[in-house]
């Protein structure tokens, strides 16, 4: 984000995305995908004086920022932005199917830009490690949320939270296995988006003054929640 006066609340949003003319064909008519080759897309967050941002409905409830629901929807000009760009974006079969079980301790990744780092010539962000810290099948103290253990930094506030596709898993009594020669008919495993970072636990251990490398993670099922609501 990015604002016109340094006092001020950001005025528009900066995305940085992968321009079409990266992507080109070799010789043997397989795709050839330039990273390299991006530009910045701006949003402004503001119409007539008006957010454009959509919030839960459950938002209107609550005073205190702990109880609301700390993700918001940007409506995008789909037809103009994959006319420019190449997007591999989440949508809703890219949540997790009812079917896989996940558990305690269980095996996560962050994709971010802890501390503003990333790959700047190929614009690729940065994976963090992470382990489900409490159920994820019940919300945190009452909560749709749940915690992860991570150590995360300023600049990862908003990243998805994805499962592992490294981890075998049992589904229907067969086990889902990585395919590390992927050939045609065949499928990879891919990560499944469970949801998106908040923010940092700001507990601190007495003795060491290190924060105890907890977050709060807002379950990615509350997304069509806030779409569905706004389009009544």
């Known amino acids: 984000m990015f604002n016109e006066d340094a006092n001020s609340y950001p005025v528009a949003l900066r995305l940085l995305l992968n321009t079409k003319d990266g992507l080109t064909e070799n010789e043997d008519g397989t ?6 080759k991006h530009k910045n897309y701006e949003i402004l967050l503001h119409n007539e004086g008006r957010p454009v941002w959509l919030e839960h409905p459950d938002n209107l409830k609550f005073q205190s920022n702990w109880d609301k629901v700390d993700i ?53 962000p940065i994976v963090r490690n992470a382990t489900l810290a409490t159920a994820f099948s019940s919300y945190y103290k009452g909560r749709p949320k749940f915690l992860i253990d991570s150590r995360l930094h300023q600049g990862t506030s908003g990243s998805p ?21 992927a050939s045609k008919g065949q499928v990879i495993p891919m990560p499944f988006l469970l949801g998106i970072v908040s923010n940092c636990l700001t507990t601190i251990d007495p003795i060491t003054r290190e924060y105890i490398g907890l977050s709060e993670v807002f379950p990615a099922t509350l997304i069509p929640e806030i779409i569905m609501h706004h389009k009544k």
């Open 31 to 36: 795709p050839n995908l330039d990273l390299t």
């Open 72 to 124: 918001a929807i940007i409506p995008l000009n789909k037809e103009d932005v994959l006319r420019k760009f190449l997007i591999t974006r989440f949508n809703v079969k890219s949540f997790k199917p009812e079917n896989i079980p996940i558990v305690y301790g269980e095996s996560l990744m962050v994709m971010g830009y802890p501390l503003g780092l990333f790959d700047e010539l190929n614009n690729l």
């Open 161 to 181: 939270v994805l499962t592992n596709p490294s981890i075998p898993k049992l589904v229907n009594g067969a086990w889902s296995l990585p395919l590390p020669n």
